[in-house]
Every structure is written in C-alpha cells, then in structure tokens.
C-alpha cells in the first residue's frame, strides 16, 4: 500500500470519540459523554427548514455563505461578543469545527505549532492532525478556576508557533476567561507575534461572569472568532457555525470551505437565519435549565465532599474519580480510560474520560449537563457509586 500522511497515520482515534462512537444509539444507556442539548431545536427554527424545502430550490451556493446569513451573523456578532464586523469578513461553516478546521489550515503548515488548552476540548487534536501541526498544551488551573496564567505561556512558544488557541467559556472545565486574562493572552500573541484562534462556541452558555471575545480587545488584524448554532440553539446536528477573520483571512477561509463541502445546504442555513434573526427567549430558557442541571449535579458532588468548582458556563462538569474512588496518592493517576470503559460496560453509564482532554486530568471524568436532568442525576449518582469500590483489574 502507498504511504498515508504520517500525521493522519500515527494519530490515535480520541477515548471521549471513540467511547462515544460505541453507545451511538443505545437508548439502554444514559448519555453523559457529549454536549448534546436535551431539547429539540425550537420549532420556529426548524419550520424555516420546512418552508426552505417546500419553496425554494435546494440548489448550490457561495462557498462563503449566502449574503443575508453573513450580514445575520455580523449583527449577531456584534450583539453577543461586543465587536461588529463587517458582513464580509465573516464566513459560513459546517459547524464551529469546520471554521476551526479551515482557519487551521489558512494559518498552519506542516511541522508548526499550536497553542491548545489542557485540559481542552479533543475534538482540536484531530484538526492539528489533519493540518500536519504539533500541538503544544497550555495549562488551564483548578487553582485559577480553570483559566491560564497568561505570563506562563511565553515559555511554550518557540520558532514555529503560528496560533494560540483560546476557548472560553471553555469546554471541559467551565471557566468564563477574565477581561483580564482575555487581554493578557492577547499580549502573549502580540508579543510573539502569533494568531490567536479563539473558540467562542459558548459564548451564550454564561452562568455566572460575562463573555469577552478576544477579538473585542484589539483593532489588530490578529483574531479569527469562532462561534456556532449548535449549543445555544440545540442545533448540534444541522451543522452551521461561522468564522470571523481579519479581511485578508477572509477570502483564504472560504477557499477551504468551498474545497471541504462547496456550500451547506440552503435549507440548514434558513434554519440559522431564523435562529439568529428570530426570538431570542428560547436561549435563555435552556440556559436556566442548563443552570438548574448544573445546581442538581453540584448537589450530588456536594454530599460527598467532590464539589470543587462551580462551573460558570459552557454545559460541563468535571469530577474528580480518583477522589471519588478514594485512590491511593501513591498509586500513580487514576486511570480514567478503563474506568469510562468499564462504566459503559458494567453500569450503562458513558462519560468523558479525563484523559482525553490532554495530559493534566488522567483522573477527572467530564460530565455534560446538557441532557434530561434526571438522567444527570441517576447517571451521576451511578458513576460515583461505581468509582467508590472500582480498582482496575490486573
Ligand atoms: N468547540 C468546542 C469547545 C466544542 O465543545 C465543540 C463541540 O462540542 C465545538 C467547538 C464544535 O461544535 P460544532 O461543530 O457543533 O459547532
């Protein structure tokens, strides 16, 4: 067989992908492991992809996206993360990860670097994978509930950075960055002269704090913001997000776009343009809920002593196991991989384990707080239960 591209070749399939891959479907499970809104996508937005289907011609489109849905987006932009761009520099993509995706490939080539968060979301290993670029892990802190030390990272950067990568409200640990973080990973990027690419896929999940966009902290031409549908809109499965880049990133980034998919399916994108352009009370209403979910799981971690850190958005909630599991100090990380495993097999429970998030939670399991609450709340329940008497066997 000819070679593949080695990157693509030597890349281990992620825990949280590949557990989530096998309870794909189980109604026998109880589904904690992915950020996947417990409500249907609200009926006005789907009725737009009806009235798409039944009156227009589902035909091809501009690879950047359709005119009216750049212009809904900039405005929405502008509402939300406090900047406003302008209608062209914003492009359409398959989700927030396929403008991640194509920013990574305008700005990186093979054997650079990029800044990630660890723990971060694993979904960015694959995407470095496939754009030939090495990851280099900054630490997020428990002690600085979950945001970086902006002054750590200039050590991490060496001559082929390209991009640091930013995420908040961040996916798993919760945190909403500070203006004052936000403005000091800024700094680093200016300083060393890197992109920052910064995931705002949350940015309407706030609990507690408020969102600040790294793009809103500089007129520079140096931010790419990431937003999309599918969290605050329960739209995971229709695939529509968006890039906004500096002008000249702009015509690059629909260049990938057009080569990926050519364009979305216009009935897709009616749907974003009634979800950004429609009532917007459906977006608090399951932000309360995810709140209230949020609350009853600290319960739990509360009465048995886990509840370290209250998660200020995003819909996600870290637990310690090898706590959980009374895990001897000495026993090395707890090995949060076989115990997802085995909580699936075993208890019908599926959880992210912490380890897939990078290198600095082996021993934490992500849950989402996204689904029925009292499947959280047995699921939850379950796992601390199973963790307290399990020990990997031999
Ligand atoms: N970024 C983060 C931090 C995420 O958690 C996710 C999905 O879980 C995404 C991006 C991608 O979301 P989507 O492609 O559905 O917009």
Redesign the pocket.
Known sequence: MPALNPSLANHQPNAMFRLGALAYGRDDLIHLEF?EPGFPTPPHIASAAVASIAGERQGYGPGNGPQWLRGAIADRVARVDGFQPDAGDVVVTA???GA?MAALLCLCVPGDEVLIPDPG?P?YEGMLAAAGARPVRYPLLPERGWQPDPAALDDLVGPRTRVLLV?SPS?PGGAVFTRATLEGLVACARRHDLWVLS?E?YDELIFSGAHVSAAALTDEPRVVTVG?C?KSYAM?GWRV?WAVAPHALAGPLGVVVSAQVNNLPLLALRAAEAALTGPQECVATMRDAYRARRDLALDSLRARGLADFTPQGAFYLLVDLARAANWPADAGAFPSIPFAEALLAERGVVVAPGASFGERIPGHARVSLAGDPDALRAGLERMLDFAAGWRPSA
Do not use: E, K, V
């Open positions: 950020g989700g927030g990860t991640l979301w979904g995420n996916n995931d896929c999309t599918s995971t997000g």
